[in-house]
């Protein structure tokens, strides 16, 4: 049997072109989603498709402050700063932590029913660690315990 004949690298050059097409499909489907979920989000769809600058558009959808360029640039702090960065924005569009991992894993179908489906745009999930307690979606509504002038440690009288 001979092993070096054209049509072995023929079928390797089919397979190689094949695995190439594929892969360019599931990138456009991605970025189609994500620039659709850029629009939603009232920032410029084209930002989805240069590579820093949607990570910044994504920071500024969510609320973080832009330090976090940085983090999503250090390898091995980046994973944890990505998947974090996934479900504020998946928070940000009211959806749950289970979606968030389907943004980790399938993104080829997360991305899309973010960006194509009824998801709407709520607003910067990190607004609340921001604004603290004087965020209008306080937990403690009015009854805010570190206001409270009787909630506070007993001082001793000077001498």
């Known amino acids: 049997m001979d092993y070096n004949s054209e049509y ?12 190439v097409f594929f892969c360019l499909i599931v990138l456009v489907i991605v970025y189609a989603g994500l620039w659709k979920t850029f629009v939603k989000a009232g ?43 996934m479900n504020l924005l998946s928070k940000s569009f009211g959806k749950t932590e ?15 029913i973010l960006g194509f489906g009824d998801a709407k745009y709520l607003g910067p999930s ?18 805010n315990p570190f206001n409270d002038p009787f909630n506070k440690p007993p001082t001793t009288p000077g001498i």
């Open 126 to 143: 990190a607004a609340e660690a921001q604004n603290g307690f004087n965020n209008p979606n306080n937990p403690f509504g009015n009854n």
């Open 43 to 85: 920032k410029p769809g084209w930002a989805a498709i240069i590579p820093i600058y949607n990570l910044i558009v994504l920071i500024e959808i969510v609320g973080k402050p832009t330090i976090w360029i940085l983090w999503l640039l250090i390898p091995c702090v980046n994973i944890v700063f990505s998947v974090w960065l």
């Open 8 to 19: 072995s690298s023929a079928a390797a050059a089919g397979l190689g072109a094949g695995t």
């Open 98 to 112: 289970g979606f968030t991992v389907g943004l980790i894993i399938l993104p080829i179908v997360f991305y899309p």
